[in-house]
Each structure stands twice: as C-alpha cells, then as structure tokens.
C-alpha cells in the first residue's frame, strides 16, 4: 500500500543505489521516487518507467540544481567513490563536499528524513583518508539538525559489481569463501541486506532521531522485513 511520501535517491547509478531504489520499488510504500545524479539510465521496466523521475544535474555545481532536490520527504544518499578511482583529491571532493552539498540543498528543500550511506570504521579523527573523510561527512550532516537522520556504516558490500575494481573483487571473494560462512555480519554486507535495511527504517517507528547503524543493526533491521514477511505469508497460508 503506497503512502503520499516521496523518497530522493542520489548515487542510484551504483550498486547500492540500484539495491535500494528495485526495494523502493518492490516495497511500494513511497509514492514516488525522485532520482538525481549526473547522468540519466534508459529503463525498460515499466514499474521504473512509472514510479520514478530522473534530473541531471552537475555536482560541481550544485547550488545551482537546488530545485533538483525538491519535493522528496526522505532523502537517500548512496554517493561515493574510492581514491584509486579518483585520486585523494577526486575522492574528498565526492565523498565530502558533494554529500554534504547535497544534505544541505535536501534539508533547504524540506526533506525530514536523510539516510546516508557511510562505512564501518567511518571516524572523523583517523590518521587514513578513508575512514576520516567518511567521519567528516557524518559530522557535518549530522550538525544539520534533521528531523531524522539515519548513518549506516555498512561493512564490505557484497554484490556483482558492474564495474571492474580488481582488488575489492578478489577481497569479496576470499572473504565470500570464509567469513561470509563462518559470521557474515563481521566483515560484509550482502548489498541487497543494505538496500532493504534503508526502505524499511524509512517506515519504522521509534527509532532514534539520529541514529548510526553498524552492520549488526542493518542486518537487524532487514531481517525485521525479512520476518514481517515470513510472518504475513504465514498468516496468509493460514487462512
Ligand atoms: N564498496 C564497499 O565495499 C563499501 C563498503 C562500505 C561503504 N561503502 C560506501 O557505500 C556507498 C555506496 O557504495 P557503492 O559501492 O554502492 O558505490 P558505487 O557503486 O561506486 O556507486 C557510486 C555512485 O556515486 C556516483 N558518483 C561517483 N562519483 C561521482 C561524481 N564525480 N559525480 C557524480 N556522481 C558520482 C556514481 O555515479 P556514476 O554511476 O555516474 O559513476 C554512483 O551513482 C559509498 O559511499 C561507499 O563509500 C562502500
């Protein structure tokens, strides 16, 4: 049953995004599902074709697409690049100042409810670029005073990547043959457990204003959707 909310994906080019915005879509409850990133994706589906809108817009520009962030009560931001794509420079300029551009026109435009994708070990203090940069995000978003603001910091993302990155591919599959088997909630996050994890806290009540999801709490919330499921077939089989 679909609500009169409208949900705002940036980065759903990428992996995470594309996990989160098929849930949105499965999900049904968001009644429109706005997409803004920098370049523009032909679907085919028609249930894609129907529920979402995509805007272009130039991110080294932000300030003047504003308008490109309105109309979306919940804002989803699964941007991100890795420095051996990017550079040091390259990747602080994605993983920081358009994030937080991007927080800052959505909560300009009135979203209430901000997710941002961050990372295990995210921490504004560190020494390494990665984790510091993520901890900075984090912090500035969080000083915006969301009505609700919701940071998950994924661990490993496990999921087929379209593009090529050679040591995180041989990284996902030594850790796919043991950690994954042994305890799957240390070290990675299959990035379907991810995209349902952020649609349904979008629709849980009583959760935290602002609240940081380590991976067990991702893995808690998804399994939460999991069981509802499970819990209304039973129901369904039962009558
Ligand atoms: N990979 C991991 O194991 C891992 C683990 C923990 C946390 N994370 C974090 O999770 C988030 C999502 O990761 P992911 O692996 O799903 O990302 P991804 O597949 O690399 O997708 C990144 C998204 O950001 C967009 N983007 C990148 N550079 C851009 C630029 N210069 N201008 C505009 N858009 C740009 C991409 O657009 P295009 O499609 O147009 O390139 C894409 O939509 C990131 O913040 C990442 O740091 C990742």
Redesign the pocket.
Known sequence: MSTDKIALVT???????KALVKELISNNQFKKIILV???KVDYTDNKYLEKTEQREID?DKIDDHAEAFGGADVHFS????TRGKSGAEGFRR??YD?VVGIARLAKQQGCKHFHL?S??GANENSYFLYPQVKGQSEAAITKMSFDRLSIYR????MVDRAESRTL?RLARTILSYTIQRIAPEWLTTPIDVLGRAMCLNSFTKDRPNVEILDNHAIFRLAEQQSNSESDQSKTTNEL
Not at 11 to 17: A, C, I, P, R, S
Not at 154 to 157: S, W
């Open positions: 980065g759903y080019t990428g992996e995470t995004g990133g920098r370049r991110f699964c941007l991100g690049t994605v993983d358009y994708v990372s295990q994924p661990a490993v993302l995180e």
